[in-house]
């Protein structure tokens, strides 16, 4: 219940014993925390608050079809939002999300009117939390009923680029001292975006669940 009343704060319509909806839940539980992490910092030397745990950092390139001309945004995440890929696998969900695409964009230099855009992974999670979309359909209502595989581990490595993401808020050099041990691996043995990293899913039982975006974060574009 307190955890209830607490909510009440970002939205009056937990008042109610109403079904919601458990992906806005997620968000608003995240966004409390953050407001109250930031209030305990400056009263507690050295707090540090749960949710830096799942932050992390994806940058948007966009390059003009025409001149070639590249501009890049920076946005920072506490989770991703997916749509159940073709191949119905956690993996496929998380490499569409990825996946390079066409958009609309007057560029400033030829005037071009189409670009490719595609996101990567600037710094990484220590635990990263997936939510898999499960309404879709024409009118974005229907509910998914399709099972999703979702494998032991997770690659990362062609969500990366060419360099090897540190953790979030770890600067680079200092990444090897902070990487993530996976069962069995030595900790410098595991560059996330080489060409065999892989993140290690705790648990992965079959689901039925299935790019908007729910964040509490911030942008900056170079």
């Known amino acids: 219940m307190k955890v209830k009343y607490s909510l009440l704060e970002q939205d009056m319509k937990y008042m109610e014993d109403s079904q919601q909806d458990a992906h806005e839940l997620l968000l608003n539980m995240l966004c409390q925390l ?3 992490g930031r209030i305990l910092a400056e009263l507690s030397v050295g707090y540090i ?3 830096s745990q799942l932050e992390f950092m994806t940058a948007s390139g966009v390059t003009c079809n025409s001149c070639g001309r590249k501009s890049s945004t920076k946005q920072e995440y506490n ?8 191949e119905r696998t956690l993996q496929g969900s998380l490499a569409l999300y990825f996946k ?3 958009v609309d964009f007057r560029c400033h230099v030829c005037k071009g009117l189409q ?3 595609m996101e990567q992974f ?3 999670p220590r635990v990263l939390v997936l939510h ?3 309404f879709g359909g024409y009118s974005g209502l229907e509910k998914l009923e399709t099972p999703i595989s979702i494998p032991p581990n997770l690659r990362l490595s062609e969500l990366c680029g060419d360099t090897v993401p540190p953790l979030h808020n770890i600067i680079p050099e200092d990444a090897t001292d902070h990487a993530i041990s996976l069962p069995g691996q030595e900790r410098d043995s595991i560059p996330f975006c080489s060409g065999v ?3 290690h899913i705790m648990s992965a039982p079959p689901i039925q669940m299935t790019k908007d975006q729910g964040k509490c974060g911030k942008s900056s574009q170079l």
């Open 79 to 86: 989770h991703l939002s997916l749509d159940i890929s073709p």
């Open 122 to 124: 600037q710094t990484l």
């Open 197 to 199: 990293s892989t993140l």
């Open 49 to 51: 608050c749960p949710v």
């Open 115 to 117: 670009a490719s855009k």
């Open 132 to 134: 898999l979309k499960r």
């Open 100 to 102: 390079k695409y066409m």
């Open 34 to 36: 953050m407001a109250e």
